[in-house]
């Protein structure tokens, strides 16, 4: 059994248990860099095939785990990286924390809207789009060790062998289907994910090289939004950014510096239309 395959597995275990520097990328080469398994409006079923890359040098796994807060800004659910895991002030957590020490049932409920949740990000490749490079493929924690990063590990277990090897790996089929919500709305679900067969990386040596040295890592992908920026959303503000002191502001502050405010570009999330937390009111 090979070092990666060990360190996967192992990893995997701790995550089933129960809970108790980038570089200048513009925003279209950003689009590009997300792999969401999501079909668009319209289809109701479908298949994306990948091949998930292996670990960059000095890491274990192909994955990383990282916590975003999901929440609603400017009337759009967005993912925002949460600043406690690195040891920093997190403003939505305080929010959260708040809500939980009044006493109040509802209060403890409306906590849950806070709380940052567990995602693995993986570095792939996506077949129908190998022009576009490396990818990102950002994947939501299960609760109930039934979500795509489960599904994955399934196979690796079933299999008893490193899918992401570049010469004898497998690229892997993703089955989606629309499925609607008790409260009207619809989202992608992943059926099944299928191993294919063994095939190298890529034929193509040059190909496949190119693809093994990149070293864009996850923080390439999703930025961190400053404290400001957090401080805003918490307080139900829909911060701004502003020119002349080269930060977002919010409230009063962004009424005073009107004229010197503005909105940034937005990047849409290309997963929001995932399904939902089992404790998250959307």
């Given at each position: ?90 403003p ?13 049932e ?6 849950g809207?806070?709380k ?21 493929w ?40 629309v ?104």
């Amino acid at each position: 059994m090979s070092n990666v395959l060990e360190a996967a597995l192992a990893q995997y275990e701790k995550n089933t248990q129960p809970s108790s520097s980038s570089q200048k990328i513009s925003s279209e080469e950003r689009l590009k860099m997300y792999f969401a398994a999501i079909l668009p409006k319209g289809q109701t079923s479908g298949m994306k095939r990948i091949r998930i890359l292996p670990p960059l040098e000095g890491q274990d796994l192909f994955w990383t785990e990282k916590y975003f807060h999901e929440v609603q800004v400017d009337k759009k659910w967005v993912k925002l990286y949460d600043p406690a895991q690195d040891g920093e002030r997190s403003p939505l957590n305080e929010v959260g924390d708040a809500l939980k020490m009044t006493g109040s049932e509802a209060d403890r409920k409306l906590a849950g809207q806070y709380k940052a949740r567990k995602f693995y990000i993986l570095r792939v490749i996506d077949r129908d789009n190998e022009q576009d490079g490396v990818k990102f493929w950002r994947i939501k924690h299960s609760l109930k060790n039934d979500g795509a990063y489960n599904k994955i590990m399934d196979l690796i277990k079933a299999k008893k062998e490193d899918i992401t090897d570049p010469n004898t790996g497998r690229d892997v089929t993703i089955t989606l289907t629309v499925i609607k919500n008790p409260m009207g709305g619809e989202y992608t679900a992943i059926t099944s994910i299928i191993p294919e067969d063994r095939a190298p990386l890529s034929e193509n040596e040059e190909q496949k090289n190119l693809w093994l040295s990149n070293q864009l890592t996850w923080q390439d992908a999703y930025s961190k939004k400053p404290v400001e920026y957090l401080e805003g959303v918490a307080e139900g503000y829909v911060p701004k950014w502003n020119d002349k002191i080269k930060k977002y502001v919010y409230g009063e502050e962004a009424e005073v510096l009107l004229g010197n405010t503005s909105s940034t570009t937005t990047l849409p999330d290309p997963q929001e239309d995932d399904e939902a937390d089992e404790n998250l009111p959307f």
